[in-house]
């Protein structure tokens, strides 16, 4: 049973460029939410996709946007990176409960490392 | 919102002895839950222990229990018999919803 799998491990961009991290929930998860953190802090949250939508969002600006496909899989965009951008990003997934709440159990991938120079 | 203190930077602990990790947090929620997770240099983030903010019980998870004071807004790790496998960072994070919130981390180095 394959875990939350990122790719890729590493990236290297200029500030200006935009780039596209991707991600695969763990099988029978349907719920993805991305997480950066910053050299030396805890992750913060950057928002959360389930059913192909954004469900919640953190304090990211609009440069942050993200998909989710029908198979689960996701995708982080950043545009106009900026030095501050260089971070880990982490994806987590989970499942919706019947009930419509989430699980509270997250599970993490190993992450993107994205440096910005 | 929801906020979360980890005051201890960085601890060491003796190989097979206790350490204990504290966090704090700030919530007007009643329902929530709360986790400790692991983070190795893999970086992939690991969940220690987690605890429902309605269960009175302390959770335990053979080596790795919790002190969740509640009214206190308290919710400590300790590590019995630390290994030198437990070497890593530690997260204490609050859940209510969709938002987890982390700590800042704590560097926990066991010395053999």
């Known amino acids: 049973d394959a875990g939350v799998t990122q790719s890729p491990t590493h990236l290297i961009k200029t500030r200006g460029q935009q780039v596209t991290l991707r991600c695969s929930p763990k099988?029978?998860?349907?719920?993805v939410s991305w997480y950066q953190q910053a050299l030396g802090q805890g992750p913060q949250f950057i928002f959360q996709?389930?059913?192909?939508?954004?469900?919640q969002r953190g304090n990211f600006p609009d440069r942050f946007s993200g998909h989710q496909f029908p198979n689960y899989s996701s995708e982080l965009n950043v545009n106009a990176l900026l030095l501050g951008d260089s971070a880990l990003y982490l994806c987590?997934?989970?499942?919706?409960?019947?009930?419509?709440?989430?699980?509270?159990?997250?599970?993490f991938g190993s992450g993107t490392q994205l440096s910005v120079l | 919102a929801q906020t979360v203190t980890q005051s201890q930077p960085e601890m060491s602990v003796q190989e097979a002895e206790t350490v204990t990790l504290s966090c704090t947090y700030d919530?007007?929620?009643?329902?929530?839950?709360l986790f400790w997770y692991k983070q190795p240099p893999s970086r992939q983030m690991i969940l220690v222990i987690r605890?429902?903010?309605?269960?009175?019980q302390n959770a335990t998870e053979n080596r790795f229990s919790v002190n969740f004071q509640k009214a206190a807004k308290s919710f400590s790790l300790k590590i019995s018999d630390s290994q030198l496998g437990d070497t890593a960072m530690y997260f204490c994070?609050?859940?209510?919803?969709?938002?987890?919130?982390f700590g800042a981390g704590t560097r926990l180095t066991v010395k053999p």
């Open positions: 994070a609050f859940r209510n919803n969709n938002d987890m919130r």
């Open positions: 919530t007007s929620e009643n329902n929530y839950y």
């Open positions: 099988s029978g998860h349907d719920t």
């Open positions: 605890q429902e903010a309605y269960k009175q």
């Open positions: 987590a997934s989970s499942f919706m409960r019947g009930d419509g709440t989430p699980n509270e159990k997250l599970f």
């Open positions: 996709y389930y059913e192909e939508e954004e469900r």
